[in-house]
């Protein structure tokens, strides 16, 4: 399984992208998917993640009303749209695919592969 992650860039607080993530190779919709983040300097963090149906939808704090995740099974994509973006969501945003559908999501252990990253720069 390879995950290509796509959609990151420079915008101003408060402006909005949309981040996708492709599978390919022995791909399932059967997995559940999630988003995650590294800041310069910090630990990866999770952001966002949507079990194998996409009927069920994890939020970090920081995010919730602002990030939106979604999937398209028939596409094998996932989507990150990031609204009201702020400066303290600088980060190279990782998508990874869960040995699972659903779960603790919001864990890395979940997870079994990942994505090369994209990175997201949002300026003052």
């Known amino acids: 399984v390879q995950l290509q992650a796509s959609g990151g860039g420079l915008v101003q607080t408060g402006g909005s992208l949309r981040l996708s993530c492709a599978a390919s190779?022995?791909?399932?919709?059967?997995?559940?998917m999630g988003w995650f983040r590294q800041a310069p300097g910090k630990e990866r963090e999770f952001v966002a993640a949507?079990?194998?149906?996409?009927?069920?939808?994890y939020y970090a704090d920081s995010v919730k009303g602002r990030f939106t995740i979604s999937r398209d099974n028939a596409k094998n994509t996932v989507y990150l749209q990031m609204s009201s973006l702020k400066p303290e969501d600088t980060a190279v945003y990782y998508c990874a695919r869960s040995f699972y559908s659903d779960g603790s999501l919001s864990e890395g252990r979940m997870y079994g592969f990942w994505g090369q990253g994209t990175l997201v720069t949002v300026s003052s």
């Open positions: 949507i079990n194998g149906s996409g009927g069920k939808t």
């Open positions: 190779g022995r791909t399932s919709s059967s997995f559940g």
